[in-house]
């Protein structure tokens, strides 16, 4: 058993993931409290710290470069500082920033968390503040990501679809791309994030379970609700390998072949934030997958690499050394 868990995690290295989605800059500006306002009922935080992290799709990009893979990065940023931070970021983490594109009419997205230190292990989030469009990508956008992705197409092992609401993934560009990995014989996965519609006829999605609930438009509570629910995902949206449902600290149901298997997840006791643990899964799979494991054994192994993220604030990206010890302790 030994062996064959370092064969498993060894073989998530060496494969090159195209990661195509919304990229943001998460930014945390964390401060201490001294006071209350006398202009309203609100805390006067005194400035400690800023610190910015790559978030949204970048995220499983920052995963699988964690891993030992090779991550190119698609997405849009605007002309602006904040665009240029992010690319910096990207390029200072591994991750290949080529295919980011700049785009003048937009700004790029960004998301500052205002954090006050509390003297608890990790500081409380006071409020969130987001800057950025909805607004889908122009067709001459959408050509340009199309091109990329067709001079890179034949040096890579998968596509992954990072959905993060952001205008990029329109179904018009995620059905050329869906179509450029099928005659490559590419493997094409996605985290959906409750746009299914746009997502049909992929090898693989992931979806959490309250998006499996409101799309179905049902309760999902039992084991056997959860696969009736990735059975039915898989077959309306026609997905050639595997839908996936994370369910937390239940584990995850996939389906497959018509035939769906509850993978448990690992018992994490000091959960902290659930932040990226869903882009740490669909990252994990995607490799996973490209290495030969079947997408049971897939599920259960990004399980595992979500249980260690959880642990953490905001954005983590497991390294090979944590997976592993994961999962022997969970032997």
């Known amino acids: 058993m030994p062996d064959q868990i370092m064969s498993r995690v060894a073989g998530l290295a060496g494969k090159t993931v195209l990661v195509i989605g919304d990229v943001m800059l998460d930014e945390y500006i964390t401060g201490k409290p001294t006071r209350m306002s006398r202009e309203a009922p609100v805390p006067v935080l005194e400035l400690e710290s800023k610190r910015y992290i790559a978030g949204g799709s ?28 992010l690319a910096n970021i990207l390029e200072d983490q591994g991750i290949d920033a080529s295919g980011l594109i700049r785009c003048a009419d937009r700004p790029t997205t960004v998301k500052t968390r205002i954090l006050a230190q509390m003297g608890l292990r990790f500081p409380q989030q006071v409020t969130r503040i987001d800057t950025l469009t909805r ?22 092992d998968a596509v992954l679809l990072s959905h993060y609401h952001g205008g990029l993934l329109t179904a018009a560009l995620v059905k050329e791309i869906r179509e450029l990995c099928q005659r490559s014989g590419v493997l094409i996965t996605a985290d959906v994030q409750g746009k299914f519609g746009a997502f049909g006829r992929l090898d693989v999605i992931k979806c959490n379970a309250d998006d499996a609930q409101r799309y179905l438009n049902r309760e999902l509570t039992t084991d056997e609700d959860f696969s009736c629910a990735a059975q039915e995902l898989a077959s309306s949206l026609r997905i050639e390998r595997a839908a996936i449902i994370t369910r937390g600290g239940r584990g995850a149901t996939v389906a497959c072949d018509g035939v769906s298997r509850h993978c448990r997840a690992p018992s994490v006791s000091d959960v902290f934030d659930t932040v990226g643990a869903g882009d740490t899964a669909i990252a994990t799979t995607t490799l996973a997958l490209t290495g030969g494991l079947s997408a049971a054994d897939a599920v259960a192994l990004a399980n595992h690499a979500s249980g260690i993220v959880v642990r953490h604030l905001g954005n983590y990206a497991p390294t090979p050394a944590e997976l592993t010890r994961s999962i022997r302790a969970a032997l």
């Open 58 to 85: 970048a995220n499983p990009a920052a995963n699988i470069v964690s891993f030992g893979s090779r991550a190119i990065q698609v997405g849009v940023i605007g002309e602006d500082d904040a665009g240029t931070r």
């Open 135 to 156: 607004r889908a990508i122009d067709e001459a956008t959408e050509a340009q990501i199309v091109a990329f992705a067709e001079r890179r197409i034949e040096k890579v």
